[in-house]
């Protein structure tokens, strides 16, 4: 049995990874009898954390917000900065740095006092960052309330709107959120047409948690990022494939989340890009700033010349 102090810090963490675990739950995952786990609860009170206990048939514990942040953790003023932080690291470019701030993000609101949430949202609805191309439509407290859905597997509804225009109502179990090049997905469960399906953040409307857990399902695949990513690739309006004279690791560390590169031969790969529009496609192979050999879309080639033209006039007039 682990001695007290790390003990009770094990428990802080599984309190704070899930909304609520019953009693028997967590005396199981400590290794503890029930009475012990009360008096370990009772150790977290004392230090300031916000622990309620539900009595009765299931009865258990959960994080609570709180009168003020729990002690020995953040001050105010830091914990303000740090969501602020955090909200403008989710809506970032960085995979994987976006989607932890999405996860830290949730346990932060968690037990922050309402006081200090509005701090957080009045400077950050004060502030603007620069950002490439037009920003998604994608908003941060979706995210929150999306995240804390899939960390306590709790069914969502919200209204969604389809590539093709047409609305729908869904009810959803959640599994992971997911950042796609510069958007978000949530992939879950789609009950009321029993397959897994990928939605789109900035198509969604009127999130809500439901209050309903459910029995995670296996993920197809299990990998999320995988699933939207072929996705992806299915839905795309434009599929095009280019051969560059360029080293396929190479060419699929630049832009491999958004294509598929195969090697031909030593220094010569193929690509094939499936995006919302050729601009970008374009964008994608002039990041790897290699010699096109050849490309299966008359309609990029026509852009790709149109821009040659017009860099060339460009630099003409410069120089």
Same mark, same amino acid.
């Given at each position: ?12 963490? @599984? ?8 009693? !028997?739950?967590?005396? !199981? ?15 977290? =009170? ?12 299931? %009865? ?5 917000? %709180? ?7 953040? !001050? ?8 602020? %932080? ?18 830290? @993000? ?59 225009? =047409? ?15 510069? =958007? ?50 299915? *839905? ?22 958004? *294509?598929?590169? *195969? ?12 995006? !919302? ?25 026509? @852009? ?16």
């Amino acid at each position: 049995m682990a001695n007290t102090s790390s003990r009770t810090l094990r428990l802080l963490s @599984l309190l704070q990874t899930h909304r609520y675990w019953t009693g !028997d739950e967590l005396a !199981d995952r400590l290794d503890v009898s029930v009475r012990t786990l009360r008096r370990d609860v009772d150790r977290l =009170r004392e230090l300031g954390y916000p622990v309620e206990a539900g009595r009765g048939v299931g %009865g258990g514990y959960q994080l609570a917000p %709180g009168a003020s942040l729990p002690p020995l953790v953040l !001050d105010d003023e830091e914990a303000v900065a740090l969501a602020v %932080g955090l909200h403008t690291a989710a809506q970032g470019s960085l995979t994987g740095i976006a989607e932890a701030s999405v996860r830290a @993000l949730a346990k932060v609101i968690q037990v922050m006092p309402r006081g200090l949430r509005r701090r957080v949202e009045a400077l950050r609805s004060a502030t603007a960052a620069p950002v490439w191309g037009a920003p998604p439509n994608t908003d941060p407290e979706a995210l929150v309330l999306l995240a804390q859905a899939c960390r306590d597997d709790e069914r969502v509804t919200f209204g969604y709107q389809a590539a093709d225009g =047409r609305e729908s109502e869904r009810r959803i179990e959640p599994a992971q959120l997911v950042q796609f090049g510069r =958007r978000w997905y949530l992939v879950g469960y789609d009950l009321d047409r029993g397959a897994w399906r990928s939605f789109r953040l900035d198509r969604m409307q009127r999130p809500e948690l439901t209050g309903k857990r459910f029995a995670p399902r296996p993920l197809p695949g299990g990998n999320a990022a995988a699933f939207v990513e072929a996705g992806r690739r299915r *839905s795309g309006q434009h599929r095009v494939q280019l051969d560059l004279a360029a080293d396929a690791a190479a060419v699929r560390a630049q832009i491999g989340p958004w *294509s598929e590169v *195969s090697e031909l031969d030593a220094g010569h790969c193929r690509v094939k890009i499936t995006a !919302d529009s050729l601009q970008w496609a374009a964008f994608a192979v002039g990041v790897t700033g290699a010699e096109i050999t050849a490309c299966d879309s008359p309609e990029l080639i026509a @852009l790709l010349r149109d821009w040659s033209e017009r860099f060339a006039r460009a630099g003409a007039a410069l120089s």
